[in-house]
Each structure stands twice: as C-alpha cells, then as structure tokens.
C-alpha cells in the first residue's frame, strides 16, 4: 500500500475543485436568475374544436435549469394538461426531441441558461402527434425498422452458446458501435428537406441502420439485399444532401459521411442492373 | 368490450421484456409486449458500464468462472441471494452474452499486445495473449475478484437494448407501445392477464393470456433523488401486490449508487472507477482506501456509499450551492479514454454540469439505483403463490441479488432472466391442463371495476392534489428511507406514508379529459407507488439488523440468527393502509457458501450456529474429494443442474478451459 503517495501526486484541477466548486458545480455560473417566458404550441388531436395556438407559461429559472425541469414546473403548477415525453431525463434514450427555438434537439439536456428570457417550443414535424409536445416517434421508427428489415441478420440463428464467441476485429466493432449510437429521437427527420416532401422517405435514421449492418460482417446481406429496401427516392436517392441530420443530430454520428458512402454503394448495385 | 388474447402477455419492453417474449416466441407461443414508451427508450438503456459474464478473456480475467462469478455475487449479496439461483445465473451468463455477440451487439473487443491502464491510481502496461485477439473484452468492476464485465463503450445498455429489440422486431413480436397495465385479471389463485389503458386515447382494454410476465423494471421513482428514468415507478410490482395474492421479496432493500451527478442524479458508470478513476475530497484526499483498504473505490455499491456519506458527516464534502458532494476525478484516464470508452459519462458531464472529465473532477454524491425487491418468484420465474403470473428482471425477485446487487449483474440479470424464465413460460404454455377457460364475465368484472376507479378519478369530488402526494412520498423517502436507517425515522415515515395512501383515495383533478391526461395518470400510479412505498419503510422498519444495502444506524451488525430470510409482503385488502409481512428463511444447511466475512465493508455480524457446522462439511466434502474437478465438487456442494431450462446447461468454453471435441 503506498496511498499516501496519493495526495502528492499533482491533481490537475486540485485549486479550481476546491476554489472554483460554485462555477465548477452550479452550471449557471454565478447569473442573475431570470425570468422565463416559455411559449408552447399546443394541439389536441383528441379535442380538434380547439385549433393549434401558442400559450405562453412564465417562471422563475432555476440554477441548472433544463428544460425537463422546466416543463414539469409548469405541468406541475400551471397546466396538469401539458403533454411532452421524458423517460431517461440524461440524454441517452431519445425521449424528448422537440423543435426549440426552431431548432430539433433533445429537451433534457437543453439548459435554460443557454437560451434566452423567451423561448418557443413546437413538437417535432413529420412524426404523428399526440399531443402538444408529444409525438409518435416510436410508431415511425417500429415501420422504418420493419421495411429496411433492420436486425442483424444471422448466420445462425441457434449458435452454440457453450463454445467461445466468433472473433472480431476490435476496430471494426468500434466503428459498429459508432453507428449503433443513435437513439431514433427523429431529430434527423424533422429537420430533413426531402421528409417534407415524400412522406415515405426513410430519413437518415434509417441509411444510418443500414450503413450499421452492412458494415457488420456477422450480416449475411449483401449489397442486393440493401438495394431491395433503400435503392429508391424513399431511400438513398431521394437525399438532396442538404445535411441538416448530420447538423442537428444529438448524438453527433457521422451521417453525411454514411449518407455519402451508402449512395455510392447503391450506385454501384443500380450500375450493375 | 374489447379483449385482446394472446399466449404470452409480457409487461415492459425492456431488455428483460424483449428476450422473454422473443424466447415464448421461438417455441412457438404467441407473445405480445406492453410498453409505456418506445421498446429503445427503456431504463435498460441505461446501464453504461457493462454485463458480467466469466469469459475470461483479457488478462486481468484469467483465472475466472462461474465459482468467482458465484462466490462474488454471494458476497455482494450480503449472503441475501438464493444461491441456487446465482448457480443458475453465472453459468448462464457467458451464454447470454455470447447470444447477444450472434444477434448483433458491438462488444468491445481484446487487443492483443500491450496496453497501458490505471489501476489504483497508477498506470500500469499489461499484455493481452494473442490467443484474446478479437474476443469480447471485460473491464474492472467494484465487488470482483476478476475483471469480468463485458462492455460495448459505455453505452453497453443502449447496445444491448437496440439489438434485443432490433430482433423482436425481426421475429415480428407486437409492441403495444404507450399502453399501461393497470390491474392483473385473476380468480382462484391462476393470474389470467391484465386490464390495460392506452396512454393515447384512454381506453381500457382487456388482455388475457395464459401466462402473464412482469418485466417493467424497478421503483427508483419513490424516491426524490434517483438515477432511474421518470418511467421507473415500480407500477409492476404494485400490480401484483394488489393481487393481494402474490408477494412483493425485499422490498427494503434499495441499492444507493456511488457516483451519479450532484444534484441531477444522473447516472455516471461504475466503470469510471473500474477503469480507475477516483473518489475525492474537499481537500482533494482519496479517502476510500483509508475506509476500505482492501478494494478501495471499488468495494460493493453498498459500502462505498456508505463511506462516502460518513466521510461527508465528518465535514469532508465540498460544497456548492446544492449542498455537499465528493468529487469523482477521472483524469488520470487520459483523453482518449474518457472520449472512447467513457463517452456517454463525458456527454452528460459537459451538457448537465458544463465540466470536462478530462480536466475537471466531476462532483457526485450516490443517489438512489436500484430495487433489489421485487415481484417474489420461484426459480422458474413463475409466482409461487399466483399461478400463471411470471416476472424477470428489476421487477421481480428471483433471488439473485440479496441485499445488494453487484455492478453488471443487472443488464446481466435482465437478459438471463429473459432466457431462463422464457423457457419456462414456454413450457407451462405447452402443458393442457394450462389452458385457459376464463368466463369474459370475470373479464368484464375487472374490466369495470377498473373503469369506475378511472371514472372516480375524473368525475369525482376529491380535494387532494396528485403531484403534492407524490412530491411529499419522494422526499419522505430520501428523508428518512435512505442509505443511513433509524427505528424512528422510519416509523415516521411509515406514518405519514400511511396517512399519504389516505390522502391519495381522496385526489381531485383539474384535467379531467379521457384520453392523454398526465394528472391523471398520476393520479393512479401515486395509489400504487404509496403501496410500494410503505413495502419499502415497512420492511425497513422491521428488519432490526444491517444487510447489505439495508444499514440500520440502530442495529449497525447483521445478524444471521435472526433475519436470515426474505421478507415476503403482501396486500391484503384494499382499504389497507399497511402490507402484512411474512418471512421465508435461508437454509444455512443447503448452501454452497456459508455465511462469512464478505471481503469488505463491516467485519462484525451475528453468526449463525449453523454456520461453523455447514463450514466444517464443505471442509470436510473438500478434503474427501481432494483431486476432485471443480465441476464435481460444486456438484456435491449444491446440485443445481436440473433446475436450469435443458437447453442453457453445461459448461462454458473459455481459454484456459477447452470444451472437449466431441460433447
């Protein structure tokens, strides 16, 4: 045991942890707390006699405040009516995409500190709303899945549990999992050109799950079989390549970059026929 | 009236969900998944830092199997587990994960050659054998003798679940997503599916199925300070206690995770101490090897906890306008690694907190993570009091966890679980005489009795508001049923939660549309979350002794003489305000590992007479059997072998333990 080396060793930040706790800590610095103005465009498919408007709920910001805090603040104490998702409430399940300020992002992870006194919120376009901020991105994103056909398609779909597990390159399931990182919050599709104009399209969510299992050599397809579901203007064609996904996407996967690969595959297959 | 049938009704589309209903549907039976969200948008994916499973396949790993993978998990347990059913679960883990490696999940992989890492604060140069290239890596994790968890990242979860979930879509596996069960349909003992509501349009349906399975996961949200997702509310649980037949295990046992944001709650992986980070100080002191000398940051959840809020009582925690913390410091990692494989820990510290791991400490304070509890079961899976109503995962209590569950035995759990109970359901579906002759009267019944508590809700007179009821149980019980436990404290809790259940039958809504309508489905859930919630504080409350999570400041040792057992808590009537608990004893005579000191954390416990006596048999069956396999002496030890499914026994390959070529 040598621990008491410990406290010699140099911790980088030991002066900012123990001084700068307050800014290091509390994410809104040392602001003046403001006061909120959060304008919400409401819709109840269930009770269409009332049109869509924009009802605005004033607060009081809290230090750390986001906007999953806010939204319940405001459920809580002003409108038990307000419809919006939240599961993970940290980023990672893709609950709570939302158009804010006229931009698709996650709503969890948005502080209010980074927005100004008044900010717009609008359920995301394209996807069936539910309600207000609420929209069936698990609907849309259960189809995409059943038309591409997205899951791996196994070699053998009874392996033998008891022998070791087939190898694989460790940079190769690196780059699998780089693209296995999407969390279908639909952001991508909201802010796509070419989702406005063909309903069927299948966003860059979708070319990204297919560049995933194409890059995956446990798959048993081949570029035919890729070509059978997205070699078409509901698929990799109809991109105009005007890359808000790439833009907006929360996670930061490289989808022009798939986007571009997957329609030079294709090309080649169309090439071909 | 509408009324769905299927084979197999599954609640919750989780990783335990999902591979329960894929499992009855490749024997043939049809499944269907009720889901509150989206199946992907589950708390299972959560889990970031990994699933333990003995592959042994990194060097620091070598030396592992299902023996360390057992006697670790015991150990976690606090000697609370049932240990046939950890026998059950590590040798099945490595299968599992081998499954999920076929069906499309990235794992992270072994390099073969030198890599340098951190362990006890210093870097250190280990080689992997070239015979490791390319087989599934595992990481360091707090409460194992060996590095044993597998990991994809540190979005294992999320991975897991994308995959799981890819293929019940595959398998063409139904979804009912934004549905809730709100009640379990049931008549003389046998469990008959549920009465469901759609979150959308507020309809109430019927679902009725021969088999019946819990898979929705834990109850973190009855508490205010909780790394679970909003959906985590123990509804599942609720649903069978209200059966008034089937019975909720250990439900007081809670587990306090060491490290999620302050004061968010927000999870960060266990793996930043696994991978070698640190826990500090006000005055940047690394404090936990002069508490736990022997595993240091990397001692159970429990007892690191616990530690870090005594070192807090003693005047040791920073400060920031929250209140106290620690400080969880993972720069000596390095940038590369934090922004591969602590990825997801780096995204929530820069968003939530505006920090950078890589140069900044992260400040933490342990919030609370996971319910050990849960819906009581046989090994099977299957109620032993409920005939026809399964659980598996966080939702249930198998019992492989005791009274603290180890790091990466959970996501390891859900899809074992999946595996094992699947089996199980599949086989009940198969016998006849499960067949189900239901009158849909007796459907109807509950289909009514159901819409009049709704119709109560939102055409009655009722004064109490929902969201204040379920504000006040949240700060009751991270007040008084938290990681430090006092007689007085919970029987004060017990009251007022007591007196909250009164409140909640008398709530009155402002909203009173039929359809989506979140006051009231708060409204109803608070009901049952208060039900659970008293099962936590009454459990608590009577446990007079400290086991794993479970620490009593009043009755700081445990104590094998007295409360060796499971608590059993059932909800008898209605209009009850209280569970009535029973007790189901551990038997010290059957078990593989007599109780003992776990490694770490305290060192002084009641021991049981039984105890030295079962010791000296295992010394003794050991010494007979000198020269013995370890697979005979386990065998000789504690038979398990018949109550695993005939398709998941066996041994598993590794390395250093070659199958023979011909079974």
């Known amino acids: 045991m040598n621990d008491v080396t410990i406290k010699i060793i140099p911790a980088p930040t030991t002066v900012k942890a123990g001084a700068g706790a307050q800014s290091t800590a509390g994410p809104n610095g040392d602001a003046i707390l403001r006061k909120l103005t959060i304008s919400v465009l409401r819709y109840n498919p269930q009770e269409p006699s009332v049109a869509p408007h924009m009802q605005s709920y004033h607060l009081e910001e809290a230090v750390g405040m986001t906007l999953f805090i806010a939204l319940n603040e405001i459920r809580e104490k002003q409108d038990p009516s307000l419809q919006f998702d939240f599961v993970c409430r940290a980023g990672i399940c893709g609950s709570c995409a939302m158009v804010i300020n006229g931009r698709p992002t996650l709503a969890c992870r948005t502080l209010t500190k980074n927005l100004g006194t008044e900010i717009t919120l609008a359920p995301l376009p394209f996807f069936e709303l539910i309600g207000d901020l609420s929209v069936n991105t698990g609907k849309w994103m259960r189809g995409m899945s059943e038309r591409l056909r997205g899951w791996l398609h196994m070699k053998d779909p009874n392996p033998d549990l008891k022998r070791m597990e087939e190898r694989m390159d460790p940079e190769v399931a690196e780059k699998i999992y780089e693209l296995d990182r999407c969390i279908e919050c639909g952001c991508c599709v909201a802010a796509c050109g070419t989702a406005r104009m063909r309903k069927d399209f299948v966003g860059a969510v979708g070319m990204n799950r297919v560049a995933r299992f194409r890059l995956d050599p446990r798959d048993t397809r081949s570029d035919q079989d890729y070509y059978d579901v997205i070699g078409d203007d509901d698929g990799i064609f109809g991109c105009m390549s005007l890359l808000a996904c790439d833009d907006v996407c929360p996670k930061d996967l490289p989808l022009a970059t798939q986007i571009a690969f997957m329609r030079r595959k294709m090309v080649k297959m169309a090439w071909a026929k | ?663």
Request: glycine share 10%; hydrophobic share 40%; net charge neutral.
């Open chain 2, 1 to 663: 009236m509408k009324i769905v049938y299927t084979d197999v009704l599954v609640i919750g589309g989780g990783l335990a969900g999902l591979r329960l209903a894929i499992g009855a549907k490749r024997r043939g039976h049809e499944a269907l998944i009720l889901s509150l969200v989206p199946p992907k948008r589950s708390h299972s994916a959560a889990a970031q830092g990994g699933m333990q499973a003995s592959l042994a396949n990194v060097i620091k790993g070598q030396g592992d199997n299902e023996d360390v993978h057992f006697e670790d998990t015991v150990r976690g347990s606090d000697w609370g587990a049932d240990q046939k059913v950890v026998r059950m679960f590590v040798n099945t883990a490595p299968k599992a994960v081998r499954e999920l490696a076929a069906w499309g999940v990235p794992w992270s992989r072994v390099r073969k050659g030198d890599r340098q890492v951190v362990i006890n604060g210093q870097k250190v140069t280990i080689t992997e054998r070239d015979a490791a290239q390319g087989l599934i890596a595992q990481r360091d994790f707090g409460g194992t003798k060996k590095w044993r968890t597998c990991y994809v990242s540190d979005g294992t979860g999320h991975a897991m679940l994308q995959t799981m979930s890819d293929q019940a879509i595959g398998a063409a596996i139904p979804v009912h997503e934004r549905t809730e069960a709100i009640a379990l349909i049931h008549d003389a003992g046998r469990c008959y599916g549920a009465i469901v509501r759609n979150l959308i349009t507020g309809e109430l349906v019927a679902y009725v199925a021969k088999a019946t399975a819990i898979a929705s996961g834990g109850a973190g949200r009855v508490y205010r300070v909780t790394s679970n997702a909003v959906i985590c509310e123990g509804i599942g649980s609720a649903l069978a206690l209200e059966t008034g037949i089937a019975t909720l295990g250990n439900m007081e046992a809670v587990q306090f995770h060491p490290t999620t944001i302050f004061p968010a709650g927000i999870l960060v992986t266990e793996g930043c101490r696994g991978d070698g980070g640190l826990l500090k100080d006000v005055d940047g002191h690394r404090f936990m090897p002069d508490y736990e000398p022997e595993k240091k940051e990397l001692a159970s959840r429990d007892v690191v906890s616990r530690r870090m809020e005594e070192h807090i009582a003693k005047g040791k925690g920073a400060k920031n306008r929250f209140g106290e913390h620690l400080w969880l410091d993972i720069t000596l990692l390095g940038e590369q690694h934090i922004k591969h494989s602590l990825r997801e820990v780096y995204e929530i510290c820069n968003y939530f907190l505006g920090v950078d791991p890589v140069k900044d400490w992260i400040p933490v304070r342990p919030a609370q993570h996971y319910t050990m509890g849960g819906v009581r079961t046989n090994h099977t899976g299957e109620s032993p009091t409920l005939k026809g109503l399964f659980a598996a995962g966080e939702a249930s209590c198998w019992d492989m966890h005791g009274f603290n569950r180890l790091g990466g035995n959970s996501v390891a759990e859900t899809v074992v679980a999946g595996m094992i109970v699947s089996e199980y359901i599949a086989d009940f579906c198969d016998r006849i005489e499960n067949d189900i002759d239901i009158p849909t009267s007796l459907v109807h019944e509950f289909l009514r009795r159901e819409q009049a508590k709704v119709d109560t809700l939102l055409g009655g007179h009722g004064t109490e508001d929902a969201s204040a009821i379920k504000a006040r149980m949240q700060d009751v019980m991270t007040a008084k049923v938290g990681i430090f436990r006092r007689g007085a404290d919970l029987q004060a809790a017990v009251d007022e939660l007591q007196q909250l259940l009164v409140k909640s039958r008398n709530i009155g809504l402002h909203d009173r549309s039929r359809g989506a309508n979140p006051e009231l489905v708060t409204a109803y859930r608070v009901q049952k979350m208060l039900k659970v919630a008293l099962c936590i504080a009454y459990g608590a409350l009577t446990r007079t002794e400290s086991r794993g999570a479970h620490y009593r400041q009043d009755f700081p040792r445990r104590d094998d003489v007295e409360w060796l057992k499971r608590t059993l808590a059932f909800w008898k009537g209605e209009g009850d305000t209280l569970p009535s608990l029973a007790w189901e004893a551990l038997d010290i005579g059957a078990m593989e590992l007599p109780p003992g000191w776990r490694g770490y954390g305290a060192k002084d416990y009641i021991d049981n007479p039984e105890t030295p006596k079962r010791a000296a048999e295992i010394a003794d069956l050991k010494t007979k059997m000198n020269g013995a396999s370890r697979f005979a002496l386990q065998q000789a030890l504690m038979p398990y072998d018949e109550l695993l499914p005939a398709s998941f026994r066996g041994r598993n390959e590794r390395i250093d333990e070659p199958l023979e070529a011909t079974p």
